[in-house]
């Protein structure tokens, strides 16, 4: 007998007990959870062992495997302290709620090497844990900081609200990152960095969202039917920081929005918007708008030509440029810049270092000289027009290559992006989503 009750002691502290979550971290604040769980203490978590909530609480490095297909994983590790999940082909789908709920730690997701990794909320299911704060509002959620890093996938399907999200900081590290969101790709509180990884966010109603928005590397992909990249919030201060990274956007409202400032040192920003984004640009800020380096295209229906003299580099502007036509700016025979729109484009913008104000460049159109444009300083107009013959206008931006979603910006048959009237933004709830409930993957085609 007592060998029995040893083995059941055992038993307890791998795979946890049943509870109700409702502790007082040592913060002061409860998690007022009122949902059953299994606590678990072993470091390394078969999913495919449980149902229902599994609950990590204490700090440390666990590892997740297998498939929850009816539940979520809940920390609750105390505030401040450090909680790594490694994901290694872990498939978790929470029909009623997040897939991955931090309530109060500093979070760190590892994709592990070589693994595929998906997360599904309970979209039009889904049900607030903390109806008091309608948290959490995200596939994957932490209340705190936020890291995703390793070089592994991970599938987000976010058909209640916003994809990953941290109330925070959210960092993103590297990993090969797909996500479907009704709202927000990736949301950030106080700041939002991304230094690596390949991040695509197919659809969204706004890509990427927070306070600061800080770009040093990674690749990253996005279509929104609202803001491409959007600098928001509540306290009043926004940047958008870009000095590295290939950014690609296409997006039905203003491709990169800042309600404060955007700077650009460096990368390669490729950003395009929609027929129907009236009022949009393909740059916007309330305040300045600075270009001190990096290849920057931008346009569409609409450019926003940089307004701040302390914008150091240039840029030409072309009109009504054909899908397929490859543009390609030149002095002297060198050429300083290219891009081939895949759609028709009112204007294009091309932005790069050798592009400087005053100076004439030769615009070719598939490899024939079309026009000449003159470098332009911020808030000059725009004029010329591509038409059977191309004509370079004044002002406008430069440099690189076409966009890249997946290879390319989805063919729109020749015509100028539309992504018919913009709907608006969804409200508090979000709970009817564009997707069903569950782990149905949302089209990845531009949002209409």
Same mark, same amino acid.
Not at 78 to 102: E, F, H
Not at 167 to 172: A, E, Q
Not at 334 to 350: G, K, Q, W
């Given at each position: 007998?007592?060998?029995?009750?040893?083995?059941?002691?055992?038993?307890?502290?791998?795979?946890?007990?049943?509870?109700?979550?409702?502790?007082? %971290?040592?913060?002061?604040?409860?998690?007022?959870?009122?949902?059953?769980?299994?606590?678990?203490?072993?470091?390394?978590?078969?999913?495919?062992? =449980?149902?229902?909530?599994?609950?990590?609480? /204490?700090?440390?490095?666990?590892?997740?495997?297998?498939?929850?297909?009816?539940?979520?994983?809940?920390?609750?590790? #105390?505030?401040?302290?450090?909680?790594?999940?490694?994901?290694?082909?872990?498939?978790?789908?929470?029909?009623?709620?997040?897939?991955?709920?931090?309530?109060?730690?500093?979070?760190?997701?590892?994709?592990?090497?070589?693994?595929? @990794?998906t997360?599904?909320? !309970?979209?039009?299911?889904?049900?607030?844990?903390?109806?008091?704060?309608?948290?959490?509002?995200a596939?994957? =959620?932490?209340?705190?900081?936020?890291?995703? @890093?390793?070089?592994?996938?991970?599938?987000?399907n976010?058909?209640?609200?916003?994809?990953?999200?941290?109330?925070?900081?959210?960092?993103?590290?590297?990993?090969?990152?797909?996500?479907?969101?009704?709202?927000?790709?990736?949301k950030?509180?106080?700041?939002?960095t991304?230094?690596?990884?390949?991040?695509?966010?197919?659809?969204?109603?706004?890509?990427?969202?927070?306070?600061?928005?800080?770009?040093?590397?990674?690749? *990253?992909?996005?279509?929104?039917?609202?803001?491409?990249i959007?600098?928001?919030?509540?306290? !009043?201060?926004?940047?958008i920081?870009?000095s !590295?990274?290939?950014?690609?956007i296409?997006?039905?409202?203003?491709?990169?929005?800042?309600? !404060?400032?955007?700077?650009?040192?460096?990368?390669?920003?490729?950003?395009?918007?929609?027929?129907?984004?009236? $009022?949009?640009?393909?740059?916007?800020?309330?305040?300045?708008?600075?270009?001190?380096?990096?290849?920057?295209?931008?346009?569409?229906?609409?450019?926003?030509?940089?307004?701040?003299? +302390?914008?150091?580099?240039?840029?030409?502007?072309?009109?009504?440029?054909a899908?397929?036509?490859?543009?390609?700016?030149?002095?002297?025979? +060198?050429?300083?810049?290219?891009?081939?729109? @895949?759609?028709?484009?009112?204007?294009?913008?091309?932005?790069?270092?050798?592009?400087?104000?005053?100076?004439?460049?030769?615009?070719?159109?598939?490899?024939?000289?079309?026009?000449?444009?003159?470098? %332009?300083?911020?808030?000059?107009?725009?004029?010329?027009?591509?038409?059977?013959? #191309?004509?370079?206008?004044?002002?406008?931006?430069? $440099?690189?290559t076409r #966009?890249?979603?997946?290879?390319? *910006?989805?063919?729109?048959?020749? &015509?100028?992006?539309? =992504?018919?009237?913009? #709907?608006?933004?969804?409200?508090?709830? =979000?709970?009817?989503?564009?997707? /069903?409930?569950?782990? &149905?993957?949302?089209?990845?085609?531009?949002?209409?």
């Amino acid at each position: 007998m007592k060998k029995l009750i040893g083995i059941l002691l055992v038993a307890l502290l791998l795979t946890g007990c049943a509870a109700t979550n409702a502790a007082t %971290g040592d913060d002061g604040e409860s998690d007022n959870i009122d949902v059953p769980t299994t606590v678990v203490t072993s470091k390394n978590i078969d999913l495919s062992t =449980f149902s229902g909530t599994v609950e990590i609480a /204490n700090a440390g490095t666990y590892t997740l495997t297998g498939t929850l297909s009816d539940g979520g994983v809940l920390v609750t590790a #105390p505030k401040d302290t450090d909680v790594t999940l490694i994901l290694s082909n872990a498939d978790i789908t929470n029909g009623t709620g997040a897939a991955i709920y931090a309530t109060k730690c500093n979070l760190t997701v590892t994709l592990a090497d070589g693994t595929a @990794n998906t997360l599904t909320d !309970g979209g039009a299911n889904y049900v607030y844990a903390k109806t008091d704060k309608e948290e959490p509002c995200a596939a994957l =959620f932490a209340k705190n900081n936020m890291t995703v @890093n390793g070089t592994g996938a991970l599938t987000v399907n976010a058909g209640f609200r916003n994809g990953i999200h941290a109330k925070d900081d959210l960092v993103i590290d590297g990993g090969v990152i797909t996500v479907y969101a009704v709202k927000k790709g990736l949301k950030g509180g106080d700041t939002l960095t991304v230094n690596g990884g390949d991040i695509n966010i197919t659809q969204s109603y706004e890509g990427i969202e927070s306070e600061t928005v800080t770009i040093t590397g990674g690749k *990253i992909n996005i279509v929104s039917s609202d803001d491409g990249i959007n600098a928001a919030g509540e306290s !009043g201060t926004y940047t958008i920081n870009i000095s !590295g990274g290939d950014i690609s956007i296409l997006a039905g409202g203003d491709g990169l929005d800042s309600n !404060g400032a955007l700077n650009i040192s460096g990368g390669r920003v490729v950003s395009i918007i929609g027929e129907n984004s009236h $009022g949009d640009e393909a740059l916007d800020a309330d305040g300045s708008i600075n270009i001190t380096g990096g290849t920057v295209i931008f346009g569409g229906v609409s450019t926003g030509i940089p307004s701040s003299t +302390a914008s150091t580099q240039s840029y030409v502007v072309v009109q009504n440029a054909a899908a397929g036509a490859e543009i390609t700016v030149r002095s002297d025979g +060198a050429v300083l810049a290219s891009y081939t729109p @895949n759609a028709a484009l009112r204007y294009v913008a091309i932005s790069a270092p050798a592009i400087t104000a005053g100076t004439s460049y030769d615009i070719y159109v598939n490899g024939v000289l079309s026009a000449t444009a003159t470098g %332009g300083v911020g808030g000059t107009g725009m004029g010329g027009g591509f038409g059977d013959r #191309p004509n370079g206008g004044n002002g406008g931006f430069g $440099g690189g290559t076409r #966009p890249d979603f997946n290879g390319e *910006i989805p063919d729109f048959n020749g &015509e100028t992006p539309d =992504f018919g009237d913009r #709907p608006a933004p969804p409200d508090g709830n =979000f709970g009817g989503g564009t997707r /069903n409930g569950r782990g &149905e993957p949302i089209p990845s085609a531009p949002p209409v």
